[in-house]
């Protein structure tokens, strides 16, 4: 079990450095190629389309200074990464061989580039900080919804990764793709807690048996899972809690199992799971 392409988002903000950290070290455990996908907002290409719409045009000057803009981004990209292959003793810049790491041009639209980009990778990476603003949230329901993308969402040091691991199963298909894209990581761990909120099951939308998982994770060679049931009017809250409480570096858990109008008025497990900042990171699928 390994990763061999990763895409990690970058927004050009705070949260690169540990994004890109995570992706990085993954890529020297598994022996991967990481591409970095800038996600930041396009000023210029804004500016002109706003301006053709009006039926105006920018002018030199204002097109100069916006490309140059642009190019400051791009480069504070490529400075982070560059830090994180170095750190991470993995090679910089495109390239054959692994474990590689190497940041791509910011051309297309991010909701393009990545459905573009995520159709062959193993895992999206992004950081909590890209997650809490435009256009990351977006870009992250786009990974999950549309591209059907696992994601990983990165918190803390990514040397956590090597602990302990909770998985929320509720036997639902979003919890199962969860589980199979968490494999490598899975792997990685020096145990696995499997968690589930009793209050929030649905047996009609999956079956919860959870010695169906631990046998599915023996076949795999990672081991089964210690059970610990949890209740809470509030699932996700329950569930980052107990896995905060068994010291967890990773939550693995379905995203959206539920239908979009019941997470618009109830709030949903996922809400909460992508909330808890200084929580565990968190490897969603939908």
Sequence with gaps: ????????????????????????????????????????LDSAVDMIALGMTLGATL???????????ERELQERVTEVARRAANEADVVYGAGEGAPRLSVLGR?????????????????VVVSQAAIDAAPGREVLGQA????????LVARGDPERLSGAAAIAWDGSAQAGRAV??????????????????????????????????????????????EITLVEGADEGAALVAAAEGKEAGLLVAGAWGHSRLREFVFGGATRSFLRAGEGPSVLLAH
């Design 1 to 40: 079990m390994s990763l061999k392409r990763i895409l990690a988002l970058a927004s050009s903000g705070a949260g690169d450095a540990s994004c890109l950290a995570f992706a990085a070290q993954l890529a020297a455990r598994h022996d991967a190629v990481v591409e970095v996908l800038p996600i930041y």
């Design 59 to 69: 002018s030199r000057q204002a097109v100069e200074e916006l490309a140059a803009a």
């Design 107 to 123: 051309g297309l639209r991010p909701a393009l580039a990545l459905s573009r980009e995520a159709a062959l990778a193993d895992l």
């Design 144 to 151: 999950l919804l549309a591209d059907r993308a696992p994601v």
């Design 180 to 225: 199979r894209a968490a494999l490598p990581l899975l792997a990685m761990a020096s145990r696995i807690h499997v968690l589930q909120c009793v209050s929030g099951l649905d047996p009609q939308a999956g079956d919860p048996d959870i010695a169906a998982l631990n046998a599915y994770l023996k076949l795999h060679g990672v081991g089964a899972g």
